[in-house]
């Protein structure tokens, strides 16, 4: 089908003048730019470590897994974070709930997740249906070897017994009872978002022999 001359709009090649033909004005322009910059002396490098970030609010870090009221861990092994890690790093061994925790059926005897594979997008804390998985403000993790930062289960319960404490963590996981983050009235009065101070990051000391657990040497700096 023919278009209509109506519905087409030309447009004039727009005439160039003596100066811009000689493109003087425009480099006058880039110097500007550049001489600005140049006597700008306001400090664009951050002094790292001695000067921390201030991060995002919605920062994406380590992940976490949460605790319930009882101290136990939040979640019920539906392998709904791992079906929609599209990182596929998150491994969970289901097992059937201990007979004194009748408010679920599963829970996760284990559960594994490579902190080097994550992307960091935030789908396995989307889907998670009760909150248990949810990410940190943690940013500068590191191990000695790849093993050391595959996190186990007592790890990542570990980082939740860390961060819970730290209003910045979490920030998304508003929309029930379920999490910390439930009992913030209004998380638009939350501060800056801040990091745990290095001193207080000691390592997680996962169980030895347990699936992921990183090896003694491992030294996180967080
Ligand atoms: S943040 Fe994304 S990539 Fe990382 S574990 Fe969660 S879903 Fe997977
Ligand atoms: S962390 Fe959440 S989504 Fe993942 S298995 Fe546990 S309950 Fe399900």
Redesign the pocket.
């Known amino acids: 089908m023919p278009i209509n001359p109506k519905d087409v709009t030309w447009i004039k090649e727009p005439e160039i003048g003596f100066w811009e033909a000689t493109f003087l004005p425009a480099i006058a322009k880039g110097l500007r730019i550049t001489l600005g910059h140049v006597t700008d002396y306001r400090p664009v490098t951050q002094q790292y470590p001695e000067q921390r970030p201030v991060l995002p609010q919605h920062y994406r870090g380590v992940h976490r897994?949460n605790r319930d009221e009882k101290g136990r861990v939040k979640?019920?092994?539906?392998?709904?974070?791992?079906t929609a890690c599209p990182a596929n790093c998150i491994a969970?061994e289901a097992a059937a709930a201990p007979p004194d925790w009748p408010d679920r059926d599963k829970y996760?005897a284990e559960f594994v997740l490579d902190e080097l594979r994550c992307i960091y997008c935030g789908m396995?804390e989307e889907?998670?249906?009760?909150d248990?998985?949810e990410l940190t403000h943690i940013y500068d993790m590191t191990g000695e070897s790849r093993a050391a930062m595959v996190f186990n289960k007592d790890a990542l319960l570990g980082i939740y017994d860390k961060t819970k404490d730290n209003p910045a963590d979490p920030v998304r996981t508003a929309r029930g009872r379920l999490g910390p983050a439930s009992e913030l009235k209004n998380l638009a009065t939350l501060g800056p978002a801040t990091t745990v101070e290095r001193g207080d990051r000691a390592a997680t000391a996962p169980s030895p022999g347990v699936i992921g657990a990183p090896p003694p040497e491992t030294r996180n700096t967080w």
């Open positions: 897994l979640c019920v092994a539906c392998m709904l974070c791992a969970i996760p396995c889907a998670c249906p009760v248990a998985i």
